[in-house]
T-cell receptor, first 112, second 113 residues
Framework: GENVEQHPSTLSVQEGDSAVIKCTYS??????FPWYKQELGKGPQLIID?????GEKKDQRIAVTLNKTAKHFSLHITETQPEDSAVYFC???????????FGRGTQLTVWP | ETGVTQSPTHLIKTRGQQVTLRCSSQ?????VSWYQQALGQGPQFIFQ???????GRGNFPPRFSGLQFPNYSSELNVNALELDDSALYLC????????????FGDGTRLSIL
């Protein structure tokens, strides 16, 4: 099955700085890569996703890049704010339709 | 538009008992997936239901079972509870058998004593 690795496990940045979280996947058949933000006591919230026919996608301060050859994808958050503090998960949908494989998460802390 | 709702929010059980967790999918969504999230880990896929049929299953034993109803709501049943079953159980809904984005509820926190 698919294996998703996520780095770093923790990330601290100053407000206004950028944050980058990186993930790798193992199944070359994976074709969909969502990112989720999970706040304490809440379920994961979909913040951005990318399909394998696209190399980059941007939504305001958030962007995701995908390198299919290297099998890695990254989340970029610019102009970080304290409310961006949360655990972020990357995921990949493998060859089994509908099943998401998640990374272990990155605890992002944005200091004012 | 109503999001994914799960009940109950918290539950405490003892080893060997049985539990039923419930999920109402987002309006218009016909596919429900269940995940288990242990503390400090990413969610792990349990199974998915589409048109009231199981549509894929992860590496969980048969004592984990589910149902989907005609209104697309779903139940997760766990028999013979073990200490390791303590986790956050998440339900996600989507359209069309899983090819579309999955939207999660806030989960049920299950504690086994």
């Amino acid at each position: 099955g698919e294996n998703v690795e996520q780095h770093p496990s923790t990330l601290s940045v100053q407000e206004g700085d950028s944050a980058v979280i990186k993930c790798t996947y193992s199944d070359s058949a994976s074709n969909y890569f969502p990112w989720y933000k999970q706040e304490l006591g809440k379920g994961p919230q979909l913040i951005i996703d990318i399909r394998s026919n696209v190399g980059e996608k941007k939504d305001q301060r958030i962007a995701v890049t995908l390198n299919k050859t290297a099998k890695h994808f990254s989340l970029h958050i610019t102009e970080t704010q304290p409310e961006d503090s949360a655990v972020y998960f990357c995921a990949a949908r493998g060859s089994t339709l509908g099943r998401l494989y998640f990374g272990r998460g990155t605890q992002l802390t944005v200091w004012p | 538009e109503t999001g994914v709702t799960q009940s109950p929010t918290h539950l405490i059980k003892t080893r060997g008992q049985q539990v039923t967790l419930r999920c109402s999918s987002q309006s218009g969504h016909n596919t429900v997936s269940w995940y288990q999230q242990a503390l400090g880990q990413g969610p792990q896929f349990i199974f998915q239901y589409y048109r009231e049929e199981e549509n894929g299953r992860g590496n969980f034993p048969p004592r984990f079972s589910g149902l989907q109803f005609p209104n697309y709501s779903s139940e997760l049943n766990v028999n013979a509870l073990e200490l390791d079953d303590s986790a956050l159980y998440l339900c996600a809904s989507s359209l069309g058998g899983g090819d579309q984005p999955q939207h999660f509820g806030d989960g049920t926190r299950l504690s086994i004593l």
